[in-house]
C-alpha cells in the first residue's frame, strides 16, 4: 500500500510525540512492505508565530489531500491570553469543521503495567474497556459567542442529523463490541439535550434492535465512571461533555498520555492524535509518554488504512514494551530507571520488527 500521511507537530511536547509516533509508523510500513510518506506542516501556535495563521492554507489543502492527518498538540501559555483575536485551538476547530471529522473515537483500556498509576483501586480497573464516541463538529464549541462589557454567550446547537449520525457509529461499533450504549446528555435542564437524547432513542429502536441503549446525566455519568468503569462499553455524547469525560477517563488508564484517538468524516481522510495537550512545561525534556501518539498510528492504520494486522501489531508492541518495564516517567512513580520519549518509541519499533523476524522464523 502507499499512503500520504500528513503530519502536524504542533507545539510543545508535540513534535516530540509526534516524530516518535512517525517513526513507528516508518518500522511497520519497512516491516510489512507499505511505501508511507509523513510530510510535515505548521498548525497551532508556532503556525500564529510564522504567519499569524493556526491553519495556514497550505496545511490545510495538504490535510484534505493526505490519506490520513497525524496532530501532535497544540497551544500552550505563550499564546494563551482569551482576549487575543488568534489562537491555536482556532486552527483546530477550523481543521476539524474543514475536514468533516464529526466523531471522536477515544478507546479506553487498562495495561496492567499503568495500574498502579491510577488513583483508583486495582478491583475497580479490573476488565475496563471503554470506546468513547465525541460529537466533535456541533454544540457550544461552534456556536456563535458574545462578549459585551460584562456580558458573554456562547450558543449551543444540535440538529437531528447530527446527533443521528454520531449514534449511528456508536451503535455499529458497539454491534462489535459487548451490544451496549451509554448515550450521555443533561435532559433535564438543557434543550439540546432533550432532542439528543429523543434522537439517540428514536435511532437505536428502530435501526439498532440488537444493541441495548441506555441514557445518563452527564454529572451521574462522571460520576460512575470513577465507581462502576466496567459498567461502560461504547459511550456517545455531545462535545463538551465528551472532551470533559475523556479527559476524566484518562486516570482510569493511569496516565493521560495513555490514550490516543481518532477523528473521522463520512467520507475522506481521518485525524489522529494523542488526547494529551502540548504540555510546555515538558517540551524538549524528553519526559512526554508517547504511547497516546503511538496508539493513535495503530488507530490510523485501522481507520484510515484498513491495515488491521499492522494496527494490532503496533498495539501488540506498546503493550509488551511496557510488560518489559520500558516506563516514561508518568508511568515510572518513584523508579529512576526511566526511559525518554524516543527511547520509549525506539523500544516500540523494536518489538514491532522483532516480532515479525519471529513469526518469520515460526
Known amino acids: 500500500m502507499d499512503a500520504v500521511i500528513?503530519?502536524?507537530?504542533?507545539?510543545?511536547?508535540?513534535?516530540?510525540?509526534?516524530?516518535?509516533?512517525?517513526?513507528?509508523?516508518?518500522?511497520?510500513?519497512?516491516?510489512?512492505?507499505?511505501?508511507?510518506?509523513?510530510?510535515?506542516?505548521?498548525?497551532?501556535?508556532?503556525?500564529?508565530?510564522?504567519?499569524?495563521?493556526?491553519?495556514?492554507?497550505?496545511?490545510?489543502?495538504?490535510?484534505?489531500?493526505?490519506?490520513?492527518?497525524?496532530?501532535?498538540?497544540?497551544?500552550?501559555?505563550?499564546?494563551?491570553?482569551?482576549?487575543?483575536?488568534?489562537?491555536?485551538?482556532?486552527?483546530?476547530?477550523?481543521?476539524?469543521?474543514?475536514?468533516g471529522v464529526f466523531a471522536n473515537l477515544r478507546p479506553v483500556t487498562i495495561n496492567r503495567r499503568a495500574v498502579s498509576s491510577s488513583p483508583l483501586r486495582p478491583e475497580l480497573l479490573e476488565g475496563v474497556d471503554i470506546c468513547f464516541v465525541r460529537e466533535l463538529t456541533g454544540g457550544i464549541y461552534f456556536g456563535a459567542k458574545t462578549r459585551e462589557a460584562d456580558v458573554a454567550t456562547d450558543l449551543c446547537t444540535y440538529t437531528e442529523a447530527e446527533v443521528a449520525r454520531v449514534v449511528r457509529l456508536a451503535c455499529t461499533l458497539a454491534r462489535q463490541r459487548r451490544g451496549l450504549v451509554t448515550s450521555v446528555d443533561k435532559a433535564n435542564v438543557l434543550e439540546t439535550s432533550r432532542l439528543w437524547r429523543e434522537v439517540a432513542a428514536r435511532i437505536a429502536r428502530d435501526e439498532f434492535a440488537d444493541v441495548r441503549m441506555e441514557h445518563a446525566l452527564v454529572d451521574s455519568a462522571a460520576m460512575q465512571l470513577l465507581t462502576n468503569p466496567r459498567g461502560y462499553d461504547v459511550v456517545v455524547t455531545e462535545n463538551m461533555f465528551g472532551d470533559i469525560l475523556t479527559d476524566e477517563a484518562s486516570v482510569l488508564a493511569g496516565s493521560i498520555g495513555l490514550l490516543p484517538s481518532a477523528s473521522l468524516a463520512e467520507s475522506g481522510p481521518g485525524l489522529y492524535e494523542p488526547i494529551h495537550g502540548s504540555a510546555p512545561d515538558l517540551a524538549g525534556r524528553g519526559l512526554a509518554n508517547p504511547c497516546g501518539a503511538i496508539l493513535s498510528v495503530a488507530m490510523l492504520l485501522r481507520h484510515s488504512l484498513g491495515l488491521e494486522r499492522e494496527a494490532l501489531a503496533v498495539e501488540s508492541a506498546v503493550s509488551e514494551t511496557l510488560a518489559h518495564g520500558v516506563l516514561t516517567a508518568d508511568l515510572a512513580g518513584s523508579r529512576e530507571d526511566t526511559v525518554s520519549t524516543a527511547e520509549f518509541a525506539v523500544a516500540v519499533a523494536a518489538e514491532i520488527s522483532g516480532g515479525a523476524q519471529g513469526r518469520a522464523i515460526a
Open 6 to 99: 500528513a503530519l502536524l507537530p504542533g507545539d510543545g511536547v508535540g513534535p516530540e510525540v509526534t516524530h516518535g509516533a512517525s517513526s513507528v509508523l516508518n518500522t511497520v510500513a519497512a516491516v510489512f512492505g507499505h511505501r508511507v510518506r509523513c510530510d510535515e506542516y505548521l498548525m497551532g501556535g508556532c503556525a500564529i508565530d510564522h504567519c499569524g495563521d493556526p491553519l495556514p492554507a497550505e496545511t490545510l489543502q495538504a490535510c484534505l489531500a493526505a490519506d490520513a492527518v497525524f496532530l501532535g498538540a497544540v497551544g500552550g501559555p505563550k499564546w494563551s491570553d482569551p482576549a487575543a483575536s488568534v489562537r491555536p485551538e482556532q486552527g483546530l476547530l477550523r481543521l476539524r469543521r474543514e475536514m
